[in-house]
């Protein structure tokens, strides 16, 4: 199941995004060497604000964090726009209805490649999810070499958005990806997910204007109205990752 985290109840989940910082230390910069700020064993940049809207993974709601994800709207500052500017041929796509989702990262107890996938695949519904309850139409993601070949063939309608371009000992990606049901459909028959993986938040919730955050989430989460609302088939973990 993921649970959206942002300034309304991040004091709820303080003990998940200590956690989810950790891992992000671990993967981004003990396994793949980015230079990248780090307080303490936190791995945590400008990005990381109190409003800051996060999508974290877990088997159960008092189970550990299994994955994270940032979601950042592109009409405030963002990775794309600060520092991958190059990555896109053209003007970076940014507006109201477009989010940027960063920061992907998995539970370094997650040692199955089968389950980091798979949890990628819940961690794509719950982004498509949370954004169509928004009417967001598209979000962009800069993907790293282990990311981009399943980024672009997980079931969404993904497309890259320039050059693949060295980034220190790796290589990244500028990717955008439609918002649609199909797109959700898709991924959900990819991944063997039967419903929303979404959990909505437990104070009164109202649909809002995109510009809102997306933790305040919409009356509606799962747009697919034809598909079971059941919980997914869960086995989680990853360790994929994305800047």
Known sequence: MIFIVNATNRLRFAADLLQMHRHRKAAFVDVLGWDIPVVDDFEIDRYDQDDTTYLIAKREAHGSVLASVRLL???????MIDLFRDACLGNAPRGP??????????????????????????????????????HVKRVTFSANTALLPISLACGWDAQRLGPTLPDGNDRLTAVSAAIDEQGLRRVRHRFGIAGPVVQLPSASVRDQDVNDDPADAASNIDPTATEARRPPASPLGSQLSAS
Do not use: N, Y
């Open 73 to 79: 709207p592109t009409v405030k500052a963002h990775l």
């Open 97 to 134: 209805q477009i989010w940027e989702v960063s920061r992907f990262c998995a539970s370094p107890a997650v040692r199955s490649r089968r389950d980091r996938v798979q949890l990628f695949g819940e961690i794509v519904c719950g982004v498509m999810e949370t954004a169509m309850a928004h």
